[in-house]
């Protein structure tokens, strides 16, 4: 049996986009890493801003950027002692790419780790499930085509039913996000046979409601996760 240590970096974690993905995130985080005490555990900071401005709002030119409060607080968990980042909210990085490779410390790209999930899990394609803002952001549009990897989008009106389910989970109303996350999933499978990328933090938490099976998402919590357990985790020889 493979065994890991951690490797003394802490991860900083800028949540509030929204506050029940950053809990989400952070549950996970617990359950997944290779600790059995306290101590092995990594060290975590975290910025919960739940006043940061709507991401897709600003993509859409309706209102002011989070760009610069984005910026800011992911310095400010860098001074805080952050050797890692991680931002748990796929809409957010349309921003922060304009900015990360600037940071003092480098980024767990939520975006890029979901698309490279997706792959591993099944190399034919995904279906994407997102904000209104992701998708007309072209983000993991980019980062599947630099992979090589293809996505399925929904059409508009099964894209609204996915904004939906988000808004849903964002006012803590569980059971219908997940009324909403199964038929909406289920239709699409009916047209294409194909595991479902949960894009939008807020998904997951609706899917996991729905009742569907887990093994037929990729969640981009999960990939999330997983990603900055590597990095904070080195394998013992």
């Not at 800028?14 to 005490?37: D, I, V």
């Not at 306290?38 to 030119?61: K, L, N, W």
Request: proline share 6%; charged share 25%; net charge negative.
């Amino acid at each position: 049996m493979t065994k890991y240590k951690k490797n003394g970096k802490k991860l900083g974690v800028l949540g509030g986009m929204g506050p029940a993905a950053a809990a989400e995130f952070l549950r996970q985080l617990a359950a997944k890493c290779p600790a059995a005490t306290d101590q092995e555990h990594p060290v975590v900071y975290m910025i919960g801003d739940c006043e940061i401005p709507d991401r897709s709002t600003a993509i859409f030119g309706k209102g002011e950027s989070p760009a610069p409060v984005l910026e800011a607080r992911l310095r400010q968990l860098c001074d805080m002692g952050a050797d890692v980042l991680a931002v748990p909210c796929n809409t957010a990085h349309y921003f922060i790419d304009d900015f990360k490779a600037a940071l003092p410390q480098p980024l767990v790209h939520i975006i890029e780790e979901t698309v490279l999930a997706a792959q591993r899990l099944n190399p034919e394609g995904a279906w994407m499930l997102s904000t209104h803002g992701t998708r007309a952001s072209g983000l993991y549009q980019k980062y599947a085509d630099k992979h090589g990897y293809t996505l399925y989008l929904p059409n508009e009106e099964q894209a609204e039913k996915a904004q939906q389910a988000i808004f849903y989970v964002k006012a803590g109303e569980l059971d219908r996000a997940g009324a909403v996350t199964k038929a909406l999933v289920e239709e699409l499978w009916r047209e294409r046979d194909l595991p479902v990328m949960t894009a939008c933090t807020e998904l997951p938490l609706g899917y996991a409601a729905s009742g569907l099976p887990l093994d037929r998402e990729v969640s981009s919590i999960g990939a999330l996760v997983d990603a900055c357990i590597r990095m904070l985790y080195d394998e013992v020889k």
